[in-house]
C-alpha cells in the first residue's frame, strides 16, 4: 500500500469527505481477499474449460498448451497468490516480520503478472495479446516510487529520552512507554503513526506505532505492547529491562545521560491519517481501549496545548459571541435551505407543521425530552435489535398532550424518511459504476474481430439482449438520479442546478439512442460524452450517500471557526490497572497545568476524561487507587465497564439542553472517534449510529454525529481472553 500517498491525500478535508481514509487498512484487505478470489475462480474455471476442450478434441497440440509459457507463468501467479492469501489470513498467527515479508512478494506478483502476456507466442507475432503492463505499469511504478521517497526523505535518527514498563499480573501483559527527542523535520497530527527501528535489536525490519504526543511536542511518545515471547516488542522489553535500576520497585528506567546517548532509534513517518480536522467539529468523545488509548491521548494533548495558549475570560466571551453568530446564521440557513421537492411542498402545504406548529425552542424543548426517554429505555434494556422505542408515559416532562404527540409523531414520520432513503440512494452510485463499465466494454466490442483457421475475420456483433440492458440500465440511472436531485439535493447549492441541467442533457442523450436505436454502437464522441456524464451522475449520488446529513455547523462556522473544540471528552477502557498507573502520572500533569491556568471550573467545561478498568487484579487496583487518591485523574477513575449509549446520549442532550435554554447553538458537530478492539469499536459504532437516528426521529438532526473508528492488534489467546 502505497503509504506516503494515502497519508498526504488524507489531509485534504474535502476528499476525507468522500473516501473514509481511517478505514483505508480494512478497505485495503477486503479489497484483496476480493481480487485474489476472483483470480482463483477464474483460474479454475479456465483450466476446467480447457480441460475439457482438450478431452473433446484429443488434440496433442492442443493440450501441450498446458506446459506453456503463459500456463507457466499463471501456475506461479496463482501460487504467490495463495501465498499470500494464507500468510494474510493468518497474519494473527504468525511473526509480523514474516507476514511483512511475504506480503512483499505482491510486487513480484507485479512482475510475473506483467510478463504473463509477454510470452513466446506474442513475441514472435503469433498471437495478439491485450498487454498487462499497459494497465499496471502505472500503478506499479507509483507505488515504487511511493517507497523510495518514503525510505529517503522521511527517515530519521532520534536518542530515546525516557521509558517506562509496565506489566499486568492477571491478564500477563506487558506495555513498554517509549518517550524519545522528536526530529526536527518530523511533523505530524493526532491519529498518525510512525515506523520504528530499533538498529540494537534488529536493523532490517521496522514496525508501525501510533504516536501518543502532542504534534507540537518536543518529545514522540509510543505506548507498546509486547506480543509474543519471541516478538520484535519482547526483545524491546528485554533490552529496556536491562536499564532498570530497582527490578523490585516499579519498573521505571530513569532519565539518565547514559540511556539517552547508547538507545538509538530510527523513524519513518508520518504515515496514515489523522482523526479528521478537529476545527471542523464543535465538540468530540474521544475513546480508547487498552494501548489504543495512544491517539486519543495525542489529540488531547493537542486539545490541551491549544487551550493554554488562550486567556480564558476571552475564550468564553468570544465563544459566546460566536454562539450568538451561529444561531442567527442558523435560522437564515434553515430557511434557504431544502430541495427542490420539500420547497414545492411547502409551498402546495402552505404551511409546514413539523416546522411551525411549535415555537423553535418548544420544539427544542420536546426533542429534548424525547431524546432522554431514548436514552432511558436503552438504560431499561427496552432497546432491542437496533430498534429504537420509548414509553411516553415515562416521559421526563410528564405525558405530552395530544397537540404534542401529533407533533411528536409527526417528527419521527419525517425523520425517518432520509434514514430509508440513505439505503436506496446506495444503490444508485452501485448501477452507476455498472452502467459505465458495460457501457464502454459493450460499445467497443464491435471494434474486434475473432480470426478462424483460413486467416477470415469475422467482426463481433453485439446481441440485441446486451442492447436492451444497455438501454433500460441508463434510462433507470438517469431517472434515478433525477428522482434524487429533487428530493434530496440542495437548492442552495450551485451543483444542484447543474445537476437539473445535466439530468435533461442526460435525457435528450437517451432520446436520440432510442430514435436511431443505437445502444452499443455509438461513436467515439458521443461515448466519451455519456461516459462523462454517467460519471459525473456516480460521483455526485455517492457524494450524497457519504454526506448523508447537512452540517449546519460546518458550513455556518466556515469563515469564523472556534479556535478549538468547545469541549472534548477522553474516554479510555482498558484491562490493565499497571497500564494507568503508568500514564496516569503525565494525564495528571497535562490536567493540572490547564487547571491552574484556567481554573477547575472553566476546565471543566471544555475537557472531560473518563477511565474505565477492568483488571481483575485487586492488587494492582488497590495499589493504583493509592497513587491517585490525591490527584485529579483520580476521581475520573471508574473499576467498571463502560456504557457507550449513555456516553454519547448525554453528550447530545447536553447540546439539545443548552440550546433550550439560549446557553448554546441551535446546530452542532461532534465527533465520535475510537480506536482499540473491533467487539468495543463495533459497540461504539452502534452506540453512535442509535443516538444518530434518534436525534433525526426527535427533530435533532442538526446536531450532527460522525463516528470515525479504527480496530487494530492480534487476537488473544483463549487463556488471555478467559
Known sequence: MSHLTVSNLSCN??????????????????????????????????????????????????????????????????????????????????????????????????????????????????????????????SFVHYICDRIFMRTNHRYQARV?????????????????????????????????????????????????????????????????????????????????????????????????????????????????????????SHAIAIGSGTGIVPMISIFKQHARDLTRLNPSTYF?????????????????????GSLYRKFRNIYKQRDQLNHSLSPNDALSLSNLSIGSLASSHQTSKLRRREISFSIDNLPGGKPDADQMKAIQKAASMAALPVYGIFLSLCIPILGVSMIALTFSWNI??????????????????????????????????????????????????????DFVLSALCFFMDYRWIKHESWGNVDEDDLALTLLLLGYCTMRSWFTVVNTTCNYYGVISMHDKSPTLRKLHLVWVTRSASLVSKLCTDLDDVWSSLCNQWGEENVKRVCDMSIFITDRNKKDCDVLKAETNDTVIGGKIQFERPNFQTLIDSSIIDRVNEATHHEGMYCSNTLVTFCGSPVLGQRVRKAAFATEIASMLTGNAYHKIEHISESYGVKKSQEKRN
Open 161 to 281: 529520552f525516557s521509558a517506562k514498563l509496565a506489566e499486568t499480573a492477571c491478564f500477563g501483559a506487558k506495555i513498554i512507554v517509549l518517550k524519545i527527542e522528536k526530529p526536527t523535520r518530523f511533523h505530524f497530527q493526532p491519529g498518525q503513526y510512525a515506523y520504528l527501528r530499533v538498529p540494537s535489536i534488529d536493523h532490517q525490519n521496522w514496525h508501525p506505532f501510533s504516536i501518543a504526543s502532542a504534534s507540537d511536542s518536543s518529545f514522540l511518545e509510543f505506548i507498546i505492547e509486547v506480543c509474543g515471547e519471541d516478538s520484535w516488542t519482547e526483545q524491546l522489553w528485554q533490552y529496556c529491562s536491562d536499564f532498570v535500576q530497582d527490578k523490585s520497585q516499579s519498573r521505571v528506567i530513569a532519565h539518565s545521560f547514559r540511556l539517552r546517548s547508547n538507545l538509538i532509534v530510527d523513524v519513518m513517518g508520518p504515515y496514515g491519517s489523522s482523526y479528521g480536522h478537529l476545527k471542523d467539529y
Open 13 to 138: 478535508a474535502y476528499l476525507n469527505k468522500i473516501f473514509p481514509f481511517k478505514q483505508i487498512t480494512t478497505f485495503h484487505i477486503y479489497l484483496g481477499y476480493t481480487m485474489i478470489l476472483l483470480v482463483l475462480f477464474a483460474t479454475c474455471a479456465f483450466v476446467f474449460y480447457y480441460t475439457l476442450l482438450c478431452s473433446y478434441y484429443d488434440d496433442e497440440a492442443f493440450c501441450a498448451g498446458f506446459s506453456s509459457e503463459i500456463m507457466m507463468t499463471g501456475y506461479t501467479i496463482t501460487g504467490l497468490l495463495l501465498f499470500v492469501l494464507i500468510t494474510s489470513y493468518n497474519r494473527d498467527k504468525i511473526r509480523y516480520e514474516i507476514f511483512y515479508a511475504v506480503h512483499h512478494l505482491v510486487v513480484a506478483l507485479f512482475l510475473v503478472t506483467m510478463l504473463h502476456t509477454i510470452d513466446h507466442a506474442a513475441r514472435s507475432g503469433a498471437n495478439e495479446r491485450s498487454q498487462a503492463i499497459r494497465w499496471l505499469a502505472l
Open 445 to 498: 466490442l464491435p471494434s474486434y474481430t475473432i480470426t478462424i483457421d483460413n486467416a477470415q475475420e469475422i467482426p463481433i456483433d453485439l446481441d440485441a439482449r446486451m442492447g436492451s440492458i444497455l438501454f433500460a440500465g441508463t434510462l433507470f440511472f438517469h431517472l434515478f438520479f433525477f428522482v434524487e436531485a429533487v428530493v434530496l439535493h440542495n437548492v442552495a447549492e450551485l451543483l444542484t442546478y447543474t
Open 317 to 337: 466571551h468570544d465563544e459566546e459571541k460566536r454562539t450568538m453568530k451561529v444561531n442567527k446564521e442558523y435560522r437564515v440557513q434553515r430557511r434557504v435551505d
